[in-house]
């Protein structure tokens, strides 16, 4: 019995994690929607307040548990950090909950594989041809028409995407996964405080607003990239990706669903391309790097 505990319990724990991070980030989309479409509130102070509450729950998490906080984080994470925050943000003022969230997990997962195959993940037959399906959904999605999404909100998106794939891959193996998430966020403050008196003029707000970024930066945000973060550690940067691919389907459903949004032809043919070709890239099994070298992990 101890035996089967010992067996199971990782690939329990691994799958509990990813799920409930997973949640927390299609949630994150539908508030981050909700605030910029359905209250007062602008994009700047909307990003300023979830980085700084979700700065303030991890600091407290951190606090609260066991043991003394040795510090964590750096200065570029927490700049990868932010440039997701801001750039997440300020697309979701003209993109729907939907399409974001394609074009976001599309661009993390994107930047996870290539980062995969850069440090020596070979590519398989049924691999490419994914890759290439995926890249043809995303063309697809980005021709222009009456249902075409718009090109700045669309370019703002797949920057906050790099950005999170770049974080998510630095934060693999980078310590205590909470008192790393805690670190890259506190240094986010200043970044957020700097890019909100940067447009002050344009600042605007409301309690509803204010309450869906503390909800979105403190749960959502904040504990969601802890939990991930907890994750990571055990998984490829590869099926790391493949743990997102739940996201964007979430995130549509309660965009549907909750906001009311249209689902239309152009975005069901999209999704399907770039949800489908990026599964048979990441859940295709590799090859072994060149040389004998292991590959990440």
């Given at each position: 019995?101890?035996h089967?505990?010992a067996?199971?319990?990782?690939?329990?724990?691994?799958?509990v994690l990813?799920?409930?991070?997973?949640?927390?980030?299609?949630?994150?989309?539908?508030?981050?929607?909700?605030?910029?479409?359905?209250?007062?509130?602008?994009?700047?102070?909307?990003?300023?307040?979830?980085?700084?509450?979700?700065?303030?729950?991890?600091?407290?998490v951190?606090?609260?548990?066991?043991?003394?906080?040795?510090?964590?984080g750096?200065?570029l994470?927490?700049?990868?950090?932010?440039?997701?925050?801001?750039?997440?943000?300020?697309?979701?003022?003209?993109?729907?909950?939907?399409?974001?969230?394609?074009?976001?997990?599309?661009?993390?997962?994107?930047?996870m594989?290539?980062?995969?195959?850069?440090?020596?993940?070979?590519?398989?037959?049924?691999?490419m041809?994914?890759?290439?399906?995926?890249?043809?959904?995303?063309?697809?999605?980005?021709?222009?028409?009456?249902?075409?999404?718009?090109?700045?909100?669309?370019?703002?998106?797949?920057?906050?995407?790099?950005?999170?794939?770049?974080?998510?891959?630095?934060?693999?193996?980078?310590?205590?996964?909470?008192?790393?998430?805690?670190?890259?966020?506190?240094?986010?403050?200043?970044?957020?405080?700097?890019?909100s008196?940067?447009?002050?003029?344009a600042?605007?707000?409301?309690?509803?607003?204010?309450?869906?970024?503390?909800?979105?930066?403190?749960?959502?945000?904040?504990l969601?990239?802890?939990?991930?973060?907890?994750?990571?550690?055990?998984?490829?940067?590869?099926?790391?990706?493949?743990?997102?691919?739940s996201?964007?389907?979430?995130?549509?459903?309660?965009?549907?669903?909750?906001?009311?949004?249209?689902?239309?032809?152009?975005?069901t043919?999209?999704?399907?391309?770039?949800?489908?070709?990026?599964?048979?890239?990441?859940?295709?099994?590799?090859?072994?790097?060149p040389?004998?070298?292991?590959?990440?992990?």
């Amino acid at each position: 019995m101890k035996h089967f505990r010992a067996d199971v319990w990782p690939y329990g724990r691994i799958i509990v994690l990813t799920s409930l991070a997973m949640a927390a980030f299609a949630g994150n989309s539908l508030l981050c929607r909700m605030a910029l479409s359905e209250t007062s509130i602008d994009a700047a102070s909307f990003t300023s307040v979830r980085l700084i509450s979700g700065a303030v729950m991890l600091w407290l998490v951190v606090k609260l548990r066991p043991g003394t906080y040795s510090g964590g984080g750096n200065w570029l994470s927490a700049l990868a950090l932010f440039a997701y925050a801001a750039g997440f943000s300020f697309a979701y003022v003209s993109l729907p909950a939907a399409t974001g969230a394609l074009l976001l997990f599309g661009a993390v997962q994107a930047t996870m594989i290539g980062y995969g195959i850069w440090t020596g993940e070979r590519m398989l037959k049924r691999q490419m041809v994914g890759l290439a399906l995926a890249l043809g959904g995303l063309v697809i999605l980005l021709l222009p028409g009456l249902s075409a999404p718009p090109m700045i909100g669309t370019t703002l998106m797949l920057i906050a995407g790099m950005a999170w794939g770049i974080y998510s891959v630095r934060g693999r193996g980078a310590g205590d996964p909470t008192q790393v998430t805690a670190g890259n966020f506190i240094r986010t403050v200043p970044m957020a405080v700097l890019l909100s008196l940067s447009m002050v003029t344009a600042a605007s707000w409301d309690s509803a607003g204010i309450f869906y970024a503390v909800l979105s930066g403190a749960l959502a945000y904040g504990l969601g990239y802890a939990i991930w973060y907890a994750a990571l550690p055990s998984l490829r940067a590869t099926n790391a990706a493949t743990l997102q691919l739940s996201v964007p389907v979430i995130a549509s459903l309660g965009g549907v669903y909750i906001l009311g949004e249209p689902f239309g032809l152009r975005l069901t043919v999209a999704t399907v391309a770039i949800l489908g070709g990026i599964a048979l890239v990441v859940l295709t099994k590799r090859r072994s790097a060149p040389d004998g070298a292991a590959t990440p992990r």
